[in-house]
């Protein structure tokens, strides 16, 4: 079932739109992981990457590069695909026995289970030195500018760093049966799930022409959908089955950790979800951008989905 | 006791020099690893950054961009400091026990004995990308030029990643037990340690101004000194004993890991670490540059060196 039932339809074909870029994506992903790597490491990274995720985060990429019109395409892809690197990254070392220990991940085995842990932890290390590769061609500033790479790269870093994804993951990983405020764990998630879905906006959005105003906007939608993102995630815990997730249902309650439901009670969590998706908008609206469809109907998506 | 006996007095005063710059790396060290970390994985960085390690790669960062002359010194410190991280988080994830399994590493525990496996995947992780982020300042192109924010990145980039350090890991993995050529094993090092050495002597040229003759030139001395501190480690993994080396000696052939003693005897593995010796004092020769004291100083030490 989807985790927050809403009866708004869509303006916005996203499943067309998500098709075409998509298929960039997996293109560019399919060609770009893996070569030249020593062979085992190679599999092991393509493995963790070309396995059919939801590609949410190059989606957001190529979204807000779209909605701040005409741009470096070639920057704005290699982003797309250096936001799923960390992502995937992050799974990899996440389901290692020493972390969550998770044996499946898109209903196939984990990354360790298939390779061994060293080659885990190798391949994960391997993903983000990569996505930083990615996005520092050297083409004499031709297709990406040199200041783009700079700033792609210090978005990223600061993204995916100790004061976003790892620092979240640091708090989540104390957090196991410990009685956070809801203010807490607002912050464990901005900052574990929400800095790179914030990021991936910023990212696509640097690729193009942004003025100071829209980028505070985007910056608030990106914001208000990644914690939108991980209410859902802690509601869908609750009501989806592990068939539909794709990975073990009930696991943050079993593991005892603090989640939306648990302090906020369903109907609350969702009522959440559906504040911040309004926020989400809203942000939109302000940024005084003509085309924000794509990620209009992704935070929409974001908030429905069921999985 | 000495890989390499040598007589040849020194004409440069190196523990001078590198005690001026080690101060400076040091000093910012402390200041930047660990800040805006959530508290626990904060001290898990700055463990296993602020450490009393040799620093080596830092210093040849600052070597090379004082033989390039006048450049941007704050982008070559930033540097110095980024190709550390890089070294110490694959230390941390290098100790773990899918991998190496070490418990000591520079006479105190390792990070995962000390803060736990999960806290150290993640402040190694953390690491990683706390590089980036420090060659990436956010400071409207004023002390380090977006361009050379853009060519750092790119750099290490590619020494810590699939084609380099964690590569050169991965067939390292793979060749426990394995009978390797010559060729074969100088392909692994390169990768593993070459790559990351290499790539600091680049970094340090690239903050400062380099023609395309100077720059190779570097790269010939960046490879031939990498490949140098191996063979002189996998001397000294046979001729020192555990207390000098600070780490368990004897640990690659109890591995039964390929080694360059292994695969050339004592004598001649001696005997290349000073050919190569050699050509990285021909290479700095040959670069046409006008001071290249501490870089000759730093693969002397390299190959001289007891520990």
């Not at 070392?93 to 972390?99: F, L, R, S, V, W």
């Not at 196991?176 to 799930?193: F, I, P, S, Y």
């Amino acid at each position: 079932m989807s985790a927050v039932p809403q009866s708004t339809p869509l303006s916005f074909d996203l499943a067309a739109w998500s098709q075409h870029h998509l298929a960039r994506v997996e293109q560019a992903l399919s060609r770009w992981v893996g070569e030249g790597a020593p062979a085992g490491l190679g599999d092991a990274m393509r493995y963790a990457v070309l396995d059919g995720g939801k590609r949410l985060r190059p989606l957001l990429v190529l979204a807000a590069h779209e909605a701040v019109g005409a741009g470096q395409d070639e920057a704005a892809l290699r982003a797309a695909c250096a936001v799923e690197l960390i992502h995937a990254y992050s799974l990899v070392h996440d389901d290692m026995p020493c972390m969550d220990n998770d044996v499946l991940r898109r209903g196939k085995p984990t990354v360790h289970v298939r390779f061994g842990e060293a080659q885990a932890l190798l391949a994960g290390d391997a993903l983000q030195a990569f996505a930083f590769e990615l996005l520092t061609p050297d083409d004499d500033g031709g297709a990406v500018p040199p200041a783009v790479q700079a700033t792609l790269c210090r978005l990223l870093a600061r993204a995916a760093g100790s004061a976003g994804m790892a620092g979240g993951q640091a708090i989540d990983l104390a957090s196991v049966g410990v009685a956070l405020t809801e203010e807490q764990l607002r912050h464990m998630h901005r900052l574990k799930t929400g800095a790179l879905l914030q990021g991936s906006v910023l990212m696509g959005a640097v690729c193009g022409r942004v003025d100071a105003a829209a980028y505070q906007a985007l910056s608030a939608y990106g914001a208000a959908m990644g914690l939108a993102f991980q209410v859902v995630d802690d509601i869908l815990d609750v009501v989806a089955d592990s068939a539909t997730l794709g990975k073990t249902a009930g696991k943050d309650a079993a593991a005892d950790k603090p989640t939306y439901v648990s302090l906020l009670g369903l109907e609350r969590a969702q009522a959440y979800a559906r504040e911040l998706l309004d926020e989400a908008h809203a942000a939109l609206a302000r940024s005084g951008l003509p085309d924000t469809r794509a990620l209009a109907a992704l935070a929409d998506m974001v908030v429905r989905r069921s999985h």
